[in-house]
């Protein structure tokens, strides 16, 4: 058995308010008193891509846990990979976590400049080489946007677009047990590909769920921050959603 945490939608700047938010969620994971196996994170993790942003996630987002991080569309790929992974280059920033048991591939659906999500061609055969190198391992596959659409007009709106070309994918290899994904800012699950789709919550704040509403919804800045916490066993993931205080 295999225990998760996935935290998304951090929108760090220099504001206390979204600084003080992340450091109660990874203080929270920090001192858990059982097993965490990983700490997986889904995107915008800085408001304005900025390099001093960054920082301040590096320092924020240490963990004793193996950790692995994915661009958002508020995220910059140039700064994301120069203070985050050591790394140049303005290419998709695809990341790959293998556990004992469990490989967890996260894809850069960021368009830079863009809200709404794409999956490059160079990410679609990353994605396609690292699932066909360990068949009999099982796979979680995530990203920041939702491939499918949510019931909220304006994250539909922002979607990923073309999501038949990561169904294809995700159809050739069986050992993907389910699909994650940030960006909405609500707790939400569906079906993508025949498969579980997990959208986890937001740390910086809550979409209402108010689809008669005119685009955007409204956001609740009260409501503590969250995260889903996934247990996987038996090839079978189960996600508990947590607030935390």
């Not at 109660?24 to 889904?42: Q, Y």
């Not at 408001?47 to 958002?72: F, H, K, M, Q």
């Not at 894809?107 to 809200?115: A, E, H, K, T």
Request: proline share 10%.
């Amino acid at each position: 058995m295999l225990t998760l945490a996935h935290v998304s939608d951090t929108h760090l700047d220099d504001s206390p308010r979204s600084i003080d938010r992340t450091r109660a969620v990874m203080r929270h994971l920090n001192s858990l008193p059982g097993p965490l196996d990983a700490v997986i994170v889904t995107g915008d993790i800085a408001d304005n891509g900025l390099a001093e942003e960054y920082e301040t996630a590096r320092e924020l987002l240490a963990s004793r846990y193996p950790t692995v991080i994915c661009p958002g569309n508020h995220d910059v790929r140039q700064a994301f990979r120069k203070v985050l992974l050591d790394q140049g280059g303005d290419g998709p920033v695809n990341q790959v976590l293998r556990l004992d048991g469990l490989t967890v591939a996260l894809c850069d659906s960021s368009i830079p400049g863009r809200p709404e999500g794409f999956l490059e061609d160079e990410t679609i055969a990353w994605l396609e080489a690292l699932l066909a190198e360990s068949p009999g391992t099982p796979a979680l596959v995530g990203m920041h946007h939702p491939p499918v659409t949510l019931g909220i007009p304006y994250v539909d709106e922002i979607r990923l677009r073309n999501p038949e070309r990561l169904e294809e994918v995700l159809r050739r290899h069986p050992h993907v047990a389910a699909v994650i994904t940030g960006h909405a800012h609500t707790a939400a699950s569906t079906t993508f590909a025949g498969l579980p789709l997990v959208v986890a919550p937001g740390v910086v704040s809550t979409l209402m769920l108010a689809p008669e509403l005119a685009s955007p919804p409204p956001v609740d800045l009260g409501l503590p921050p969250q995260i889903a916490m996934h247990v996987f066993e038996d090839g079978r993931l189960t996600t508990h959603f947590r607030p935390i205080v």
